[in-house]
T-cell receptor
């Protein structure tokens, strides 16, 4: 089982609609979760992070966390063509006091004008 | 807004040569990381560094790799004898604390091994 799983897509959403991106993780002890946006050929850019069960909103973005189901999601409201990118789900993993990010494969999102 | 800077943006090297990738983390950050991303694949952890020593390294980070903080601002990744399979984007990241703090990534260095 992969540590962090995402549907690779592509996910196609019309402009103005809600884009919903999903991620599951295998380590039940994971405590912090991150969404990064990556444009083609560029570096990951932090969009949202969430630590507690429930929803966290920041502008057009909402992160949702359900630790019981080991499920994280990202909603993008009023999708714009500039939101077209690959969205990376990452989980913080601790080993003997050190931390590292474990990434999913990423979901490629296309917003159609 | 403070950012992580990486140089060079693109490095082309002959197989077997040594290469050094440079990073300047955000100034008040204490934790430093290298990740790599082979074309079309996911971002993979290489190494974390804190208090002038390696905190953790992955299986990828073998004896050919080393990291160093030669002064108060730079953080470097050295590959001693490059292989074709080392071709990838290499990202440096930093965070101000451990314990769930977001990591901020630099723009990356595209390493091409010929």
């Amino acid at each position: 089982q992969k540590e962090v799983e995402q549907n690779s897509g592509p996910l196609s959403v019309p402009e103005g609609a809600i884009a919903s991106l999903n991620c599951t993780y295998s380590d039940r002890g994971s405590q912090s979760f991150f969404w990064y946006r990556q444009y083609s050929g560029k570096s990951p850019e932090l969009i949202m992070f969430i630590y507690s069960n429930g929803d966290k909103e920041d502008g057009r973005f909402t992160a949702q966390l359900n630790k019981a189901s080991q499920y994280v999601s990202l909603l993008i409201r009023d999708s714009q063509p500039s939101d077209s990118a690959t969205y990376l789900c990452a989980v913080n993993k601790f080993t003997q006091g050190a931390q590292k990010l474990v990434f999913g494969q990423g979901t490629r999102l296309t917003i159609n004008p | 807004e403070p950012e992580v800077t990486q140089t060079p943006s693109h490095q082309v090297t002959q197989m077997g040569q040594e290469v050094i990738l440079r990073c300047v983390p955000i100034s008040n950050h204490l934790y430093f990381y290298w990740y790599r991303q082979i074309l079309g694949q996911k971002v993979e952890f290489l190494v974390s560094f804190y208090n002038n020593e390696i905190s953790e390294k992955s299986e990828i980070f073998d004896d050919q790799f080393s990291v160093e903080r030669p002064d108060g601002s730079n953080f470097t990744l050295k590959i001693r004898s490059t292989k074709l399979e080392d071709s990838a984007m290499y990202f440096c990241a930093s965070s101000d604390r451990t314990g769930d703090q977001p990591q901020h990534f630099g723009d990356g260095t595209r390493l091409s091994i010929l």
